[in-house]
């Protein structure tokens, strides 16, 4: 179990292009989340999947944002037409069933618009 | 809605000293969850304590410590004797959840206190 993994960690990119994101969960959970982190804030909930479903996106999820997870395995986030707002760490974790399994947390992929 | 506010938004201290980090939470649902996080410089989040909302004993491990109280919403993190590996943002965080089916348990964080221990 190496963990949740997150690739690429540092992203930069210029304004109007395209970015994805990938996260491996750790295999046995089929819980899996996606948060966003701004300079000095605290991540906030961007989406959730349960196995391959999307079960709730939050607001701050704009039509330029589009996450899947296939075969309910890895997760893949990608970001259309980028902004410089949408400069931030993205923060991946997963879980198993029930809540006794706690979260864990991916090291993040950093992303810079420019 | 749930909120989480970490109302120090930065605290120096020198080491040995102890020190309080704040948590005030607000929820609707009575079922919910507690929890700390730390997060150094590398920008892993790593996972300190969780809380049910059922459990009010406090908890102690090594340096660290927590202070739950329903009565005041609050979730205090003290760590005594300090260290200078201390230094970090601490991120208070809160989780809805329960017997009802379809929670997902995503998790509301605080704004966080970055905590400097100089030597």
């Known amino acids: 179990d190496t963990g949740v993994s997150q690739d690429p960690r540092h992203k930069i990119t210029k304004r109007g292009q395209n970015v994805t994101f990938r996260c491996d969960p750790i295999?046995?959970?089929?819980?899996l989340y996606w948060y966003r982190q701004t300079l000095g804030q605290g991540p906030e909930f961007l989406t959730y999947f349960q196995n391959e479903a999307q079960l709730e996106k939050s607001r701050l999820l704009s039509d330029r944002f589009s996450a899947e997870r296939p075969k309910g395995s890895f997760s893949t986030l990608e970001i259309q037409r980028t902004e410089q707002g949408d400069s931030a760490m993205y923060l991946c974790?997963?879980?198993?069933?029930?809540?006794?399994?706690?979260?864990?947390f991916g090291s993040g992929t950093r992303l810079t618009v420019v | 809605a749930q909120k989480v506010t970490q109302a120090q938004t930065e605290i120096s201290v020198v080491e040995k000293e102890d020190v309080t980090l704040d948590c005030v939470y607000e929820t609707r649902d009575t079922t919910y969850y507690l929890f700390w996080y730390k997060q150094p410089p590398s920008g892993e989040l790593v996972f300190l304590i969780r809380?049910?909302?059922?459990?009010?004993q406090n908890e102690i491990s090594g340096r660290y410590s927590w202070n739950f109280q329903k009565s005041t919403s609050s979730f205090n993190f003290t760590i005594t004797a300090s260290q200078v590996v201390d230094s970090a943002v601490y991120f208070c965080a809160l989780s809805e959840g329960g017997w009802r089916g379809g929670s997902n348990y995503k998790l509301t964080f605080g704004k966080g206190t970055l905590l400097t221990v100089n030597p």
């Open positions: 809380r049910n909302s059922f459990d009010e």
């Open positions: 974790a997963s879980r198993g069933g029930g809540f006794n399994y706690g979260y864990t």
């Open positions: 295999s046995e959970h089929n819980r």
